[in-house]
């Protein structure tokens, strides 16, 4: 095959590349990059191409081992290595780092009120749930179905959530 046949064929059959990239990298620019590499690689390999092969195909395998490659590649770059001793580094010891624990206290304290003005068919199973018993542990203690347990522990956890987002 003469070098202008492959390169009519690659322009009649490239188009189709150009979605499939944008769905690869998710974004226009990276796409873009990607169909251009791939159409580069197309020609730089078309000795490789065997006449009468499914040319899309070709291409689409082309473009998705690019893609591949290329994030492996920033896998790789967004990997850091850190071989310096921790000798010399600032604050590398536990017993450097205070605890300011007023804020958490504080927020236990909210959380503690919160708790306690839920209204109780809600609290009970909630505090349950919380002290680490299943559902159906809780179901059997209060006596009620499965089904209403989850809801009031749903419930439960909701009016907690807007009780402390207003806080």
Do not use: C
Not at 6 to 12: A, C, E, G, M, S
Not at 66 to 83: G, P, V
């Amino acid at each position: 095959m003469s070098t202008i046949e492959f390169n009519q064929l690659l322009v009649n059959n490239a188009e189709f590349l150009k979605p499939f990239a944008i769905t690869l990298t998710r974004d226009s620019e990276d796409a873009k990059d990607l169909f251009q590499e791939t159409l580069f690689r197309a020609i730089s390999n078309k000795d490789k191409y065997n006449v009468g092969t499914n040319i899309k195909a070709w291409l689409y395998t082309i473009m998705r081992n690019i893609f591949i490659n290329n994030y492996r590649r920033k896998a790789k770059q967004n990997t850091i290595f850190d071989s310096t001793p921790n000798e010399f580094l600032l604050n590398s010891s536990p017993s450097v780092i205070i605890a300011n624990s007023a804020e958490s206290k504080l927020r236990h304290k909210d959380l503690q009120l919160a708790v306690h003005n839920l209204p109780e068919i809600f609290r009970n199973p909630f505090l349950l749930y919380f002290d680490g018993y299943k559902y159906h542990e809780i179901a059997d203690m209060l006596k009620e179905p499965l089904g209403t347990i989850k809801s009031r522990i749903h419930f439960a956890r909701k009016l907690l959530k807007e009780q402390v987002e207003r806080n």
